[in-house]
């Protein structure tokens, strides 16, 4: 069934002045050919555009230590096991590191954590 099309669903949002100029304000530039060539990997898409979100957000920072188990309900993962879980996010970072090969060299996976050191971003902000 198509949206809009017999459903209950609209096709479509409105969002007030202050939400849309809130994400005007703060988007952070990623890749439309990265996101296109990841699309049969949704945890390869979520992960790309956070870590350069993070990475955009980190300022004066010269790393950060994420736990895994934030991470895991962050992205909000059915994997019951943290190990099960951080190798696909492993996975996942290999293949967005296949777009920005910072990714790969700032990204460091732990037992219990993920420790990114400050990069640039992939695309950079305006």
Known sequence: MRPGKNS???STIRLDEEFY???LSNAVPVSAHAIKALTKNPL????????????HSMSRRKQIEIPLDALKLQFSSETKE???FRRKLENA????SIFHYEIFNSTLF?????IIT??????APK
Do not use: M
């Open 8 to 10: 209950s669903w609209s």
């Open 21 to 23: 100029q809130s994400i």
């Open 44 to 55: 390869a898409i979520d992960f790309y555009c956070w870590w350069n979100w993070r990475v």
């Open 82 to 84: 943290r190990r099960d």
């Open 93 to 96: 970072a290999i293949l967005a």
């Open 110 to 114: 732990h037992s219990d954590k993920l």
């Open 118 to 123: 400050k990069t640039n971003p992939h695309i």
